[in-house]
């Protein structure tokens, strides 16, 4: 090892939900900690959910009652902590005759509200869809419901925030950033990695986490160097995003006849997010995109409870990402474990390796404590578990207050129109005034790329989100994307390679020089 290695208590490979939640929970226990993602923040499963904080309904079918109410209880804690990107939303389940019975459906809801020792979400309660909003897009053969509740998420925005706050208790967060090599040494391990350009650097750590997702096992083969690792299974899910089609503001959860399920939710304002689909994928993660079989399954899915017919010319874009599961052997995709597996490596005297398999976007904060219980033997002097009572930068208002964030940045910034305070509001909570900085009128915030993002907030998220493609902010900081033309879309990727070269944010939180806070 050089002599000039910095050593870290632990070093986080994977900028994902799972990696980011570990950095932060462990740098908040007083472990010095560095977290590595070789391409950007949230740019794999993370941001290709169906963006949901919430149990898996259907996941009492196959039995995991442990996920589904350990889930239950974590969506009110992360509600709390996150008012702002997260949201209770209500759900409509359709009944479909011929599919399960109402009084299966019943029992179920009944399990799900009471599970998780619910106390801020409303409770089941059934739809007359003959005499109810809900049934009026629907087709008339639908005439009973019922109406659940669980919370939506900016999944990508979550990632972000357990980054910034990670970063802002001392972890230093590596962007565009591979980690090519990993050897143990003893007690430590020897880290090599890869930054833009080339940029190489050599950190050492006690212990070391495999929060890659998708690559967990490739990454344990390759760079780890270890036989036969243990095997994942890949799942792939994918979404269309359609033009809107229908105008009030609550989910529908449909049963489908091959046994799942498919959501339609309100995205965005002006489009309807469908999904989701499991099929077993056998290739490279980096290059997962939705198929043509999986488009006509979620249009069939939408058409056959929808009236308006959902065709190909209704989409606006789609996404797919990769579910990297614990290979249980389970005979169907839609069956295999969503429960996350860690796996701890290393005998007496050699520093641990500890390797995320599965898990979901809600219950990736009880995935990082028991990570570090795992790690605890390790530091035995690490302090106990603290994020479950804290809140995420820019959460800092009661559930129910977000109104009144809003109405107290329209005061002061009253150039702002409504629905964009709304939206910083939604992006950044309490931090939206540090995006709008000392602006007196709207030309104060810069250039506009589209009709809502300006330089003011490319500069933010630049500066204190890790954002260093045009990619980074308009589809995974925001959906800004589907507002935006291609020139607009190509002027601000011109912006930020010019802002990029200039002395303010050269050698900052986007190269491998450290930096932390």
């Not at 792939?236 to 339609?264: M, P, T, W």
Request: aromatic residues 8%.
């Amino acid at each position: 090892m050089s002599m000039g290695a910095e050593i870290f208590d632990i070093v986080v490979i994977g900028g994902g939900v799972n990696g980011c939640g570990i950095a932060r929970d462990a740098v908040g226990r007083g472990l010095k900690v560095l977290l590595a993602e070789q391409s950007d923040l949230a740019s794999g499963t993370s941001s290709a959910s169906t963006k949901l904080i919430h149990g898996g309904l259907r996941y009492l079918e196959h039995k995991e009652f442990r996920l589904v109410r350990e889930a239950l209880i974590e969506r009110e804690v992360l509600l709390r902590a996150a008012p702002h990107i997260i949201w209770p939303l209500r759900f409509v389940l359709p009944h479909h005759k011929g599919l399960r019975p109402r009084w299966l459906i019943r029992l179920g809801l009944f399990f799900y509200d009471h599970l998780g020792g619910r106390k801020l979400l409303p409770g089941t309660r059934s739809v007359d869809l003959r005499h109810d909003a809900a049934g009026a897009p629907l087709k008339p053969g639908f005439t009973h419901a019922f109406e659940y509740s669980d919370c939506w998420v900016e999944d990508a925005r979550l990632v972000a925030l357990n980054a910034r706050d990670a970063a802002e208790r001392g972890a230093e967060i590596l962007v565009r950033t591979r980690c090519s090599e990993a050897r143990r040494a003893g007690h430590l391990w020897r880290i090599q990695l890869e930054g833009a350009g080339g940029v190489r650097r050599e950190v050492a750590a006690r212990a070391l986490v495999n929060a890659t997702g998708p690559w967990v096992s490739s990454f344990l083969g390759g760079a780890v160097g270890m036989n036969a690792p243990d095997r994942i299974r890949t799942v792939k899910g994918s979404h269309i995003v359609v033009e809107k089609l229908f105008d009030h503001d609550r989910a529908y959860i449909f049963q489908n006849a091959d046994g799942r399920i498919c959501f339609a939710i309100p995205y965005e304002h002006d489009f309807t997010l469908i999904g989701t689909t499991d099929a077993d994928f056998d290739g490279e993660p980096g290059k997962v995109a939705i198929s043509e079989a999986e488009v006509d399954y979620l249009l069939a899915a939408a058409n056959e409870y929808f009236q308006a017919s959902v065709t190909r010319a209704n989409i606006r874009w789609t996404y797919a990402g990769i579910r990297p599961l614990y290979d249980d052997g389970a005979s169907k995709a839609q069956d295999a474990t969503r429960d996350y597996v860690l796996k701890l490596e290393g005998g007496t005297g050699e520093a641990p390796l500890l390797s995320i398999f599965g898990g979901k976007i809600t219950t990736y904060r009880r995935l990082a404590e028991a990570a570090l219980d795992r790690l605890k033997p390790t530091f035995p002097a690490m302090a106990a578990p603290w994020t479950a009572q804290a809140k995420l930068p820019g959460g800092d208002f009661a559930v129910n207050a977000f109104a009144a964030e809003v109405g107290s940045l329209s005061k002061r910034y009253p150039f702002l129109e409504l629905k964009e305070a709304r939206r910083l509001v939604r992006a950044y909570g309490t931090r939206a005034a540090q995006v709008l900085g000392d602006a007196r009128n709207a030309a104060e915030l810069g250039r506009r790329f589209g009709p809502s993002l300006t330089a003011a907030e490319v500069d933010y998220l630049m500066r204190e989100e890790w954002a260093t493609q045009a990619d980074d902010i308009i589809w995974r900081r925001s959906k800004l994307g589907l507002h935006m033309t291609p020139a607009e879309q190509a002027a601000l990727q011109d912006y930020m390679v010019q802002l990029e070269r200039t002395p303010a944010f050269a050698g900052g939180d986007h190269e491998i020089a450290p930096r932390r806070g």
